[in-house]
């Protein structure tokens, strides 16, 4: 039997070989486990990174607040004026010049709901911050993706 054995491969050798061709195989087939498994270490390790970057730029918290501040005021500003221009409009003898400014105004706040779209997602959701910064980016840019 030895000569068979060292022609044909000892049954420890052919189950190595078994082995290694059922992981080869094994390997090349992506599992939707696999990949639910991959996905929740990419997003755990996408929550470690902004939290160490957070902890890192922590001098520059004073900064971001007067930014954020500053950029959700001016938003605000502009709701508050269109609204208020759009409800005098009713009671004006020419409500069409009075449309038209309210138009003018919400046109230039909603051109900055991408910024504040970032600003609340880094303040209030900051794990889901890779989801957001797309879709701000997104509109932003007009509504064009690049890929």
Known sequence: MSFWGRIFGTEKALT???DGVTNGL???????????SDATKERSEARLMVVKWMESTQGQNLARR????SITSVWLLMYLIKSTV??????VDNPSLWLETAKVVGDSAES???AM????????AAPHMGDIAR???NK??????QK
Do not use: Q
């Open 16 to 18: 190595g070989i078994v």
């Open 26 to 36: 094994d390997a090349l087939v992506y599992t939707d486990e696999e990949k639910a």
């Open 66 to 69: 007067l930014i954020a501040l």
């Open 86 to 91: 759009a409800v005098v409009s009713v009671w």
């Open 112 to 114: 900055m709901n991408g």
């Open 117 to 124: 779209m970032l600003i609340l997602a880094f303040y209030f």
């Open 135 to 137: 879709a701000a980016m």
């Open 140 to 145: 932003f840019s007009g509504g064009f993706s």
